[in-house]
């Protein structure tokens, strides 16, 4: 649904792919066709069919990073069987814990999925991530809650500035714009905090990437490899004001 009219809104789902440095980085896995299913999702493609796209195989991946372990954002991680996974503790505590007999928190979450990440634990490939924290060089994640207890957003250094990776810390442009989370939050506080904080550390709007705004794959260019891939790296096709942005952000 439309978090600002009672209509219904697209929703796009990301994974993010970052090279550079001798590393390969998957921020977020996405969901499974059996989970589209189930879900009444519309399924699009596997991870791994749009990193073919671009000659990525999942041996190449180095690093997972999860930015929090809801359904959409956490569907594959056995997908990467040799990649080092980094996952705020908040996060596995929150998806572990007690929370968890509540119904209405753990319907956004699939217990395969977290088992998953129990296994990659087990492997001796995940790494818990406390707070803010560089991954590798250039690439960092920063603890804001909120949407989920231990959501993390990443930032990424590229050749036009630094790219936050907001994934459902800003799920719209225009929840930013109006400071109005979308409705699926665990902190309120917490959520309205993180607009402020991306709002204030973001050079443009142009450097923030929500986690699932359709205008991500017409703001920015596509990939030469396929249209399906939007290259946030590389300035986008058409501006989009800041500045009232910051003053929302600012005043929620």
């Not at 996952?87 to 395969?112: I, N, V, W």
């Not at 359709?214 to 790296?233: C, N």
């Not at 590389?234 to 600012?250: I, M, N, Q």
């Amino acid at each position: 649904m439309d978090p600002f009219h009672e209509a219904d809104m697209p929703l796009d789902f990301f994974v993010w792919l970052i090279r550079g440095q001798g590393r390969t980085v998957l921020v977020d896995t996405g969901f499974t066709a059996e989970t589209a299913v189930r879900r009444e999702r519309h399924y699009h493609s596997h991870p791994l069919d749009l990193l073919g796209r671009l000659g990525v195989t999942a041996n190449d991946v180095s690093d997972v990073i999860v930015t929090h372990m809801h359904y959409d954002h956490a569907g594959n991680i056995s997908a990467f069987p040799g990649a080092q996974v980094h996952m705020q503790t908040a996060e596995m505590r929150f998806c572990t814990g007690p929370s968890m007999r509540h119904q209405q928190l753990r319907k956004t979450y699939e217990a395969d999925d977290v088992a998953a990440a129990v296994q990659s634990l087990y492997e001796g490939r995940l790494n818990f991530v406390e707070g803010d924290q560089e991954i590798a060089p250039s690439i960092s994640v920063h603890l804001c809650g909120g949407h989920t207890k231990g959501l993390q957003f990443v930032t990424v250094a590229t050749a036009r500035g630094e790219i936050i990776l907001a994934s459902d810390a800003v799920h719209y442009y225009e929840n930013l714009r109006r400071g109005i989370p979308f409705q699926s939050f665990v902190d309120l506080e917490e959520y309205l905090d993180a607009y402020e904080r991306i709002a204030a550390r973001a050079k443009s709007l142009d450097h923030i990437i929500p986690g699932h705004d359709p205008l991500v794959r017409t703001a920015f260019p596509s990939s030469p490899l396929s249209p399906d891939i939007a290259m946030v790296h590389t300035a986008p096709v058409a501006s989009l004001a800041f500045e009232d942005s910051r003053a929302d952000a600012a005043n929620v």
